[in-house]
């Protein structure tokens, strides 16, 4: 079964920190995707990856950058934090089939 | 811009009760519809949908896809409240590289 593992549960950070969030998978799959998941917005894409060191934009980049240095590893991070990146954040995986999802993580900037 | 509306946005029924989930489309070179379930963590899969008018059904639950009118429904039949969750819908086109557009979700709640 497809894992997704996100470092963290739960953070607290105080703006203009700079944020990073870990995000591992165990099935080898070329796609990895960031979301940021607000109510009543529901799921939004921040950035995804296709392969190692290549990254494309989502929907809502603006305050974000990724990392990806290896297959397995997808980081997503937060230059300078603010208030408006609280948030729920979800990394995925995915190859050919669906979306597998971490459980998450809960990010408040005070 | 692909674009995926999901309603009710929130549900309260009782346990027994039939529910049906909507979730209409538009986007660009349709390539899957998709259902997952959410609790308090991670979304679960449920279901994929490509051809129009096939039921996919699984226990209580089940949806189908309607690509003339673009849209799907989910159908969940003697509630229970292990059903209570938040039920996302997300569509993928062939443009988009693998990217889902996700619907802002419908909450259910299952009251016993």
């Known amino acids: 079964d497809v894992k997704v593992t996100q470092s963290s549960r739960y953070l607290v950070k105080r703006t203009g920190e700079k944020v990073f969030l870990e995000c591992v998978q165990d099935m080898d799959h070329e796609n990895m995707f960031w979301y940021r998941q607000d109510p009543g917005l529901g799921l939004r894409l921040i950035y995804f990856s296709y392969d190692v060191k290549m990254k494309e934009k989502g929907d809502i980049p603006e305050g974000y950058s990724v990392s990806r240095e290896k297959k397995e590893r997808f980081s997503l991070i937060l230059e300078s934090a603010s208030t408006n990146q609280t948030s729920m954040y979800l990394c995925?995986?995915?190859?050919?089939?669906?979306?597998?999802f971490g459980n998450g993580t809960r990010l408040t900037v005070t | 811009e692909d674009k995926v509306v999901q309603s009710p946005l929130s549900l309260v029924v009782h346990e027994g009760d039939t529910v049906t989930l909507n979730c209409s489309y538009e986007v660009t070179n349709f390539r899957s519809l998709l259902w997952y379930k959410q609790e308090k963590k991670a979304p679960t899969f449920l279901f994929m949908l490509t051809s129009s008018g096939i039921e996919k059904k699984s226990g209580r639950l089940s949806s189908i896809l309607d690509k003339k009118e673009l849209f799907s429904i989910l159908n969940i039949t003697a509630t229970q409240t292990g059903d209570s969750a938040v039920y996302l819908c997300a569509v993928e086109s062939y443009n988009a590289g693998n990217m889902l557009t996700f619907g802002g979700g419908t909450r259910l709640m299952v009251k016993p």
């Open positions: 995925a995986s995915r190859e050919n089939s669906p979306l597998h």
